[in-house]
């Protein structure tokens, strides 16, 4: 049973950071991207960054880029989101996701929500200005 936990979330001040975690457990990932979502009150789950297991290839959305870095630990089967320069829009319930990687998509990473396969529960992220 494939199980995703974040930890890491809560309040900041605008400019700080925080680190989120997702510890991936339950199967080989070795195949997958993960990645990370988040969704503010009465908005829809957007897209944020993912990192391939595959090869570490990562990618961000525009919004956070040059803000927030994603990697990960293959020993600890974890995948990180530094968060720095922290922006009061970038409050929001932020969720790690893992994607199945298809060989006869050579391997694509994709973005969209509904091509991940597993969910983790979601930690806060609240950024006051």
């Known amino acids: 049973q494939v199980q995703l936990v974040e930890s890491g979330g809560g309040l900041v001040q605008a400019g700080g950071s925080l680190r989120l975690s997702c510890a991936a457990s339950?199967?080989?990932?070795?195949?997958?991207?993960m990645g990370w979502f988040r969704q503010a009150p009465g908005k829809e789950r957007e897209f944020a960054a993912a990192i391939s297991w595959r090869d570490g290839s990562t990618y961000y959305a525009d919004s956070v880029k040059g803000r927030f870095t994603i990697s990960r630990d293959n020993a600890k089967n974890t995948v990180y989101l530094q968060m720095n320069s922290l922006k009061p829009e970038d409050t929001a319930v932020y969720y790690c996701a893992a994607q199945l990687l298809l060989y006869y998509t050579n391997y694509k990473v994709r973005t969209e929500a509904d091509r991940y396969n597993y969910w983790g529960q979601g930690t806060q992220v609240t950024v006051s200005s």
């Open positions: 339950g199967r080989t990932f070795g195949n997958y991207a």
